[in-house]
């Protein structure tokens, strides 16, 4: 007997949590494994690193060293990120700039709603992409608001040349590129199954609707 489909807001819940905590998660171990600030306070029981990792502030300078996941590319490095991808408004005053990325945060996910909304239970892969990108955003935003910088420890570089290097990213920032992208592919596919007759293009709440904002929380 096949049971009822899962709902399109079961979809979005479990996505969704599971996205933050990984994001919450993976930035709690940074902390943990790359810097030496719960020794430093003397943090050893789980419940004391709970409490330390949400109560500490700035801690590049306990930054222990990197480790290599694969040398030659890949290694795990510590990093306070105050801005967006690439420096995005870096030139803006701190403050300001704080304030920007709270109210893009939020807008986004103002987005994700209400698009969301619109979908059907069988568009599966929207349904997904649009839960992505609002655990991405609130995975980034979480740090905002607590610490005004975001945890970035995941760094990329070329052949042995951490001089050239992609900017340090997190967990929250992988899943609002994966979320996106899906976004950006989907446009095309269901353009195409309309012309052939009414695909997903035809449906309310398709994607040949949305617009999308060129936006990332976090990255250095």
Same mark, same amino acid.
């Given at each position: 007997?096949?049971?009822?489909?899962?709902?399109?807001?079961?979809?979005?819940?479990?996505?969704?949590?599971?996205?933050?905590?990984?994001?919450?998660?993976?930035?709690?171990?940074?902390?943990?494994?790359?810097?030496?600030?719960?020794?430093?306070?003397?943090?050893?029981?789980?419940?004391?690193?709970?409490?330390?990792?949400?109560?500490?502030?700035?801690?590049?300078?306990?930054?222990?060293?990197?480790?290599?996941?694969?040398?030659?590319?890949?290694?795990?490095?510590?990093?306070?990120?105050?801005?967006?991808?690439?420096?995005?408004?870096?030139?803006?005053?701190?403050?300001?700039?704080?304030?920007?990325?709270?109210?893009?945060?939020?807008?986004?996910?103002?987005?994700?709603?209400?698009?969301?909304?619109?979908?059907?239970?069988?568009?599966?892969?929207?349904?997904? =992409?649009? !839960?992505?990108? #609002?655990? *991405?955003?609130? @995975? +980034?935003?979480?740090?905002? $608001?607590? /610490?005004?910088?975001?945890?970035?420890?995941?760094?990329?570089?070329?052949?042995?040349?951490?001089?050239?290097?992609?900017?340090?990213?997190?967990?929250?920032?992988?899943?609002?590129?994966?979320?996106?992208?899906?976004?950006?592919?989907?446009?095309?596919?269901? =353009?195409? !199954?309309?012309? #052939?007759? *009414?695909?997903? @293009? +035809?449906?309310?709440?398709? $994607?040949? /609707?949305?617009?999308?904002?060129?936006?990332?929380?976090?990255?250095?």
């Amino acid at each position: 007997m096949s049971g009822r489909p899962l709902s399109k807001w079961a979809v979005l819940a479990a996505v969704f949590t599971l996205g933050v905590l990984a994001d919450q998660g993976s930035k709690f171990l940074a902390v943990d494994r790359l810097t030496t600030a719960f020794q430093r306070v003397g943090a050893e029981t789980p419940g004391q690193k709970f409490e330390a990792f949400w109560r500490l502030r700035h801690l590049e300078p306990l930054a222990s060293e990197s480790f290599y996941v694969y040398r030659p590319l890949w290694r795990m490095h510590y990093v306070e990120n105050p801005s967006a991808a690439f420096g995005f408004l870096g030139f803006v005053p701190h403050g300001a700039r704080y304030a920007l990325f709270i109210v893009i945060s939020i807008a986004a996910v103002a987005f994700v709603v209400h698009y969301y909304r619109r979908l059907e239970a069988r568009q599966r892969l929207l349904q997904m =992409a649009l !839960a992505f990108v #609002a655990a *991405g955003t609130v @995975g +980034n935003l979480i740090d905002r $608001l607590a /610490r005004r910088y975001v945890i970035d420890f995941v760094d990329w570089y070329w052949w042995n040349r951490p001089d050239l290097y992609w900017p340090t990213f997190n967990v929250a920032d992988s899943l609002l590129v994966v979320g996106i992208g899906l976004l950006l592919l989907q446009p095309s596919r269901q =353009a195409g !199954a309309g012309r #052939a007759g *009414g695909g997903l @293009g +035809n449906h309310k709440g398709g $994607l040949g /609707r949305l617009k999308l904002p060129c936006t990332r929380s976090s990255s250095r």
